[in-house]
């Protein structure tokens, strides 16, 4: 009895030594983080877009998501005593009316903001402070955009444009690669200082 429990345990312990790590496991392994970082970001872009461009995105989130963003935008422009009115993802007032449209809702560079700390190659108690710090400012800064956007329609439209396209914009992406900048040095800080602490 004693010599069959002895050849069981000898051939699982075989069988544990002789599973070797499958291809792919293996090629991810040897790649560098540089790669690692470009691929797992690109990966999160993909399947961002594919959901922001589909027809389920456009059904049931794009308009709640533009309305939530005009009544937000309206009603920062009330508080500072421009009177308006808000009606799904349009803001009406005396002398001007904005239409917050697809492209608009800041989603895009929040979305690579995001990814970017998600991929990147730090323990998760790191990233957690930037993906919520990150959100909020964005956030915050496309609804101050859009009553920006409003304000330039009605006291300086021939400013629309620029302002919309190339002010808002890449004022806009400048602002998101600043945060990300900005929490990858804090990030680094303390990882190394945890590291040297340990």
Known sequence: M???GLKKKSTKGKSKQSKSPSFFS??????SPVFKFIAGFLTCILVFYALYYSTWFEVNLKAPILAMQAIAGGALLNLFGHSVSVANEVISGSGATVKIAGG???????ALFLAAILVFPLPFK????G??????V????????IAGLYLTQKYWPEAFDFMHIQGGLYLYSII????MLIWADWALKNYKKEKVAI
């Open 2 to 4: 004693a010599k069959k």
């Open 176 to 179: 998101t690669i600043l945060l």
């Open 26 to 31: 293996k090629y991810w392994q040897e790649k």
């Open 138 to 145: 964005l956030s915050l800064l496309n609804v101050f955009r």
């Open 104 to 110: 608009c809702d800041g989603l895009e560079a929040t």
């Open 126 to 129: 790191f990233k957690w402070p």
């Open 131 to 136: 993906l919520l710090a990150g959100f909020i």
